[in-house]
Every structure is written in structure tokens, then in C-alpha cells.
């Protein structure tokens, strides 16, 4: 059996664990039609000296493409590649005002969590496309401007959107900062991704005109879905 080829890869610069890099490597494999639908894949022991690794971290990482319906094992023949990923449907980090209203669009949120915290109304929320879970969202909102909101509305609508809203007024200054980390063991429980698996993490404070801020919110977004698109601007 041949090697897969595959350029250098470096595994020891990536704070993500060995079976979470391979599998994604993996993965990618069978996205491009290197190892193709009903192919067999090289054996574990061969995937394992090619990339210097012990087994045991072959077979955790081709456990997760198990997990996606993408391979398949038979015993004593081998496992093989079941099926490609479908098409990803990407979570847009919008960086507009008009198109981060709409980021959440065709998303169904459930409310996790909700408490008053110093003049805020704290709201944790996860946002599900079908029944995959894409983001979690954590959101401190003015009292102030929750006083004009419905029960359902704090639960259900999106944070920018409740800015939004007439009773609210326009917002002052909005910014936003996005950064890449890893999940930790609640994050990576919620979004049923592995632990240390990529991030992307969207901060969004919003104050209004006098300076004060009423709204922080910190999304998780699932690092193998979000997108960052912006037309690169010259001089």
C-alpha cells in the first residue's frame, strides 16, 4: 500500500490535539477525492508511520469521520470511505451594519440561560441550522432597553436585532472584533464539536449616543462553518 501524498504537514505547531488535526486532514482527503467514495483507506499502522504518530491516534481521528457517516469499517477488510461531507452552509461574520442584522437568518435559537446582572439582562443562547447546533451566544442587554421587549423576543431575537427595534432608537457607536481559539469542554458539549476544536469568536459592544453601553454580545461560532469575506481596499 502506497502513502497517501500529501505535503509537509506540521502537527507540533497547532494547539489543537494530534487526532483533531488528523481527522481533519482526513477529511479533506475525501472533500477533494484523494481517498474517494468506496475506496478503501491506507491501514491504520501505515497512516500512523507516515505521520508519526501512535496508532491510537489513527484510530481516534478516523473514529470522528465514523462519527460524520463518512467511513465505514469492515472487519478484517479495512475501513472505507463511505460518503463526502455536504455542502457547507457558512455562518457569514458580517462586517456591515445591514448584513449583521441578518446573520442569524434561517438559524432557530433556544434560550440556555437568563439572569439579571448590574443593570443588565444577561441571555445565553444556542442557535441550531436544523437540528445542528452553529453558535453560542452570550448577550448583556441594557435594562433600560429590555424594558420595551417581550419574554420571547429576549429569548428569540438576535442581539443586533434588538437594537434595532423602534422602542430601542438608533445605537450609538457599534464595534466589532473577531478572534480564533479553541472550545473548551462546555463549548465543545454544546456545539457537539471535539474539545480544542477551532473557534471563531465574535465580540460585538454597542453604546449609544451618550456614550453608555447597552449591549456586549460574544458569539462562538463553529470554526469549520464561519466565514470572514470583505473586499480587500486599496489605497
Same mark, same amino acid.
Given at each position: 500500500?502506497?502513502e497517501?501524498?500529501?505535503?509537509?504537514?506540521?502537527?507540533?505547531?497547532?494547539?489543537?490535539?494530534?487526532?483533531?488535526?488528523?481527522?481533519?486532514?482526513?477529511?479533506?482527503?475525501?472533500?477533494?477525492? !484523494?481517498?474517494?467514495?468506496?475506496?478503501?483507506?491506507?491501514?491504520?499502522?501505515?497512516l500512523?508511520? !507516515?505521520?508519526e504518530?501512535?496508532?491510537?491516534?489513527?484510530?481516534?481521528?478516523?473514529?470522528?469521520?465514523?462519527?460524520?457517516?463518512?467511513?465505514?469499517?469492515?472487519?478484517p477488510?479495512?475501513?472505507?470511505?463511505?460518503?463526502?461531507?455536504?455542502?457547507? !452552509?457558512?455562518?457569514?461574520?458580517?462586517? !456591515?451594519?445591514?448584513?449583521?442584522?441578518? %446573520?442569524?437568518? =434561517?438559524?432557530?435559537?433556544?434560550?440556555? $440561560?437568563?439572569?439579571?446582572? $448590574?443593570?443588565?439582562?444577561?441571555?445565553?443562547?444556542?442557535?441550531?441550522?436544523?437540528? $445542528?447546533?452553529?453558535?453560542?451566544? $452570550?448577550?448583556?442587554?441594557?435594562?433600560?432597553?429590555?424594558?420595551?421587549?417581550?419574554?420571547?423576543?429576549?429569548?428569540?431575537? /438576535?442581539?443586533?436585532?434588538?437594537?434595532?427595534?423602534?422602542?430601542? =432608537?438608533?445605537p =450609538?457607536?457599534?464595534?466589532?472584533?473577531?478572534?480564533?481559539?479553541?472550545?473548551?469542554?462546555?463549548? %465543545?458539549?454544546?456545539?457537539?464539536?471535539?474539545?480544542?476544536? /477551532?473557534?471563531?469568536?465574535?465580540?460585538?459592544?454597542?453604546?449609544?449616543?451618550?456614550?453608555?453601553?447597552?449591549?456586549?454580545?460574544?458569539?462562538?461560532?463553529?470554526?469549520?462553518? %464561519?466565514?470572514?469575506?470583505?473586499?480587500?481596499?486599496?489605497?
Amino acid at each position: 500500500m502506497s502513502e497517501t501524498a500529501v505535503p509537509f504537514v506540521d502537527l507540533t505547531h497547532n494547539r489543537a490535539p494530534l487526532y483533531v488535526q488528523l481527522s481533519t486532514l482526513f477529511r479533506r482527503f475525501i472533500v477533494s477525492g !484523494q481517498w474517494t467514495v468506496g475506496a478503501r483507506i491506507p491501514p491504520h499502522e501505515d497512516l500512523a508511520v !507516515q505521520f508519526e504518530v501512535n496508532p491510537a491516534t489513527i484510530r481516534k481521528a478516523i473514529a470522528l469521520l465514523e462519527e460524520e457517516g463518512l467511513v465505514e469499517r469492515f472487519r478484517p477488510r479495512g475501513t472505507f470511505v463511505k460518503a463526502k461531507p455536504p455542502a457547507v !452552509q457558512w455562518f457569514e461574520i458580517a462586517s !456591515q451594519w445591514d448584513s449583521a442584522l441578518h %446573520a442569524y437568518d =434561517g438559524l432557530t435559537p433556544s434560550l440556555i $440561560e437568563a439572569h439579571d446582572d $448590574e443593570g443588565y439582562r444577561v441571555l445565553k443562547r444556542l442557535y441550531r441550522r436544523g437540528r $445542528e447546533p452553529i453558535v453560542i451566544e $452570550e448577550c448583556s442587554l441594557a435594562h433600560h432597553l429590555r424594558r420595551h421587549l417581550g419574554v420571547a423576543e429576549l429569548a428569540e431575537t /438576535p442581539s443586533l436585532r434588538l437594537l434595532a427595534r423602534p422602542a430601542s =432608537g438608533p445605537p =450609538g457607536p457599534v464595534e466589532e472584533t473577531v478572534r480564533f481559539g479553541i472550545a473548551d469542554g462546555k463549548i %465543545a458539549a454544546a456545539l457537539r464539536i471535539p474539545l480544542n476544536a /477551532p473557534l471563531a469568536i465574535v465580540h460585538i459592544t454597542a453604546h449609544d449616543n451618550a456614550g453608555a453601553l447597552v449591549l456586549e454580545s460574544r458569539a462562538y461560532l463553529r470554526g469549520d462553518l %464561519a466565514r470572514l469575506s470583505e473586499s480587500i481596499r486599496f489605497g
